[in-house]
């Protein structure tokens, strides 16, 4: 089995935390990893970004990244459409100069959807789409957020055409069949995994010293790309309402997206509010670094106004910390309410405010939810998520065969 991933707009190598890099740059790596380690030669087509990476490189055994040029690399991710057409002769020509073959394409996000239905045309192997995110459901997640619509016309046509759809939870499956009316047997659920290697408690003040913070304060972690749908603003209203905040420290993980200035606004919005230096902004952390921050924190707060599936909370509870989430989009799955940390179907601050206290004061339950957290997130890890991914390309890679023979 020979596998083509198709990531157009952001490379899995990037450095996940800021700009357009987040959760799908690590779940395309790392799935690509363990696929090429299960024996399913993986390759990877992004477009040349830049000039920090080699046209070629190994990620793993059997698993590369090939960097195809397509449009002028500064190019934003609003931009990238009209090169489509040009990363997939650059997709085909490569696969035709190295005589390759490849069984099934697996696109991630719309635009590398758009390729994939490309690339179908000319080698007849089957168009498995992972989207990542929808415009139809990130519009209905928050007022005020919209998707152009040459975006929601194509995942229209994506989501009728290809031949499985991919998604992280049982949440997207329903929104596609509510949203798009997709037949429920073209959709497969699959959660994706965390690297339990990586992501496993470390001692607390350790962790604290590791981090410089002296193991003084209580500490609550925000990591995320300071973004608006994350909701932080909810966080820092939350800390505000503790009944005695002067012990605790806000640290919030995380770059800005392109272009914009969200940590100037977040600082002023926790300077009106009073909480001055109990709010840290440590910008973008690297990816092997972060289990410190997780085990440091006594929970990890993630108030998102959407999050297709959220890999942090999973992170973080390998990790062993409790997660306050917001019951939104694949948090549900991940976070059990009142076992692993807790659920609140409110964006606002109170509840909020509640359950950070009730774990702030109590050792005997943040102890008891994190132990929950750990084993639970033990439970799926990138090797099983690569098993089921490849039994999916094994099956639609022979239904298409039966169909044209
Ligand atoms: N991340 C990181 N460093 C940072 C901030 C985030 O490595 O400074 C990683 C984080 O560990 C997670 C990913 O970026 O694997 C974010 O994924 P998530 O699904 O939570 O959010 P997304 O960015 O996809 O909305």
């Known amino acids: 089995m020979r596998a083509a991933v198709i990531s157009f707009h952001t490379c899995p190598l990037d450095a996940p935390g800021e700009k357009n890099a987040g959760g799908m740059n690590v779940y395309v790596r790392r799935l690509a990893q363990e696929l090429g380690a299960l024996g399913c030669r993986t390759d990877i087509f992004t477009r040349k970004h830049g000039h920090e990476h080699q046209p070629i490189e190994e990620i793993g055994e059997g698993a590369r990244v090939i960097h195809i040029p397509a449009g002028p690399v500064t190019t934003p991710k609003e931009g990238l459409?009209?090169?489509?057409?040009?990363?997939?002769?650059?997709?085909?020509?490569?696969?035709?100069?190295?005589?390759?073959?490849?069984?099934?394409?697996?696109?991630?996000?719309?635009?590398?959807?758009?390729?994939?239905?490309?690339?179908?045309?000319?080698?007849?192997?089957?168009?498995?789409?992972?989207?990542?995110?929808?415009?139809?459901?990130?519009k209905q997640a928050r007022l005020g957020e919209s998707e152009p619509d040459?975006?929601?016309?194509?995942?229209?046509?994506?989501?009728?055409?290809?031949?499985?759809?991919?998604?992280?939870?049982?949440?997207?499956?329903?929104?596609?069949?509510?949203?798009?009316?997709?037949?429920?047997?073209?959709?497969?659920?699959?959660?994706?995994?965390?690297?339990?290697?990586?992501?496993?408690?470390?001692?607390?003040?350790?962790?604290?010293?590791?981090l410089?913070?002296?193991?003084?304060?209580?500490?609550?972690?925000?990591?995320?790309?300071?973004?608006?749908?994350?909701?932080?603003?909810?966080?820092?209203?939350?800390?505000?309402?503790?009944?005695?905040?002067?012990?605790?420290?806000?640290?919030?993980?995380?770059?800005e997206q392109e272009g914009k200035s969200e940590t100037v606004r977040l600082r002023r919005v926790a300077d009106v509010l009073g909480l001055g230096d109990h709010v840290r902004f440590v910008g973008m952390v690297p990816h092997e670094e972060l289990p410190y921050y997780y085990s440091a924190a006594e929970a990890l707060v993630m108030p998102s106004y959407y999050e297709s599936f959220g890999l942090v909370a999973l992170e973080a509870m390998a990790c062993g910390t409790p997660v306050v989430a917001a019951r939104v989009g694949g948090l549900p799955t991940i976070v059990r309410d009142g076992e692993t940390g807790f659920l609140v179907p409110w964006h606002c601050p109170e509840p909020f405010s509640?359950?950070?206290?009730?774990?702030?004061?109590?050792?005997?339950?943040?102890?008891?939810?994190?132990?929950?957290?750990?084993?639970?997130?033990?439970?799926?890890?990138?090797?099983?998520?690569?098993?089921?991914?490849?039994?999916?390309?094994?099956?639609?890679?022979?239904?298409?065969?039966?169909?044209?023979?």
């Open 81 to 138: 459409y009209d090169f489509v057409p040009g990363f997939t002769l650059g997709v085909l020509q490569f696969a035709e100069r190295n005589g390759l073959r490849y069984d099934a394409i697996h696109a991630h996000y719309w635009l590398s959807g758009v390729a994939a239905l490309q690339l179908r045309a000319a080698w007849n192997a089957p168009v498995i789409a992972t989207f990542h995110t929808l415009a139809e459901i990130k």
């Open 354 to 405: 509640q359950r950070i206290e009730m774990l702030l004061t109590n050792k005997g339950l943040r102890d008891s939810m994190g132990r929950a957290a750990r084993e639970r997130a033990a439970l799926r890890d990138w090797n099983t998520v690569a098993q089921e991914t490849l039994a999916l390309y094994a099956e639609v890679a022979h239904t298409r065969r039966s169909r044209n023979a």
């Open 212 to 255: 410089g913070l002296n193991g003084r304060r209580h500490m609550l972690l925000f990591v995320g790309r300071l973004d608006p749908l994350k909701g932080l603003d909810i966080v820092l209203e939350a800390m505000a309402l503790l009944e005695d905040h002067d012990d605790v420290e806000l640290v919030v993980v995380g770059g």
């Open 150 to 210: 040459i975006r929601i016309e194509q995942e229209r046509r994506i989501i009728a055409e290809a031949d499985a759809l991919l998604v992280s939870t049982s949440h997207e499956q329903i929104a596609l069949e509510r949203l798009y009316e997709v037949q429920p047997a073209k959709v497969l659920v699959l959660p994706p995994g965390v690297d339990t290697e990586l992501f496993r408690p470390v001692e607390r003040t350790a962790a604290h010293d590791a």
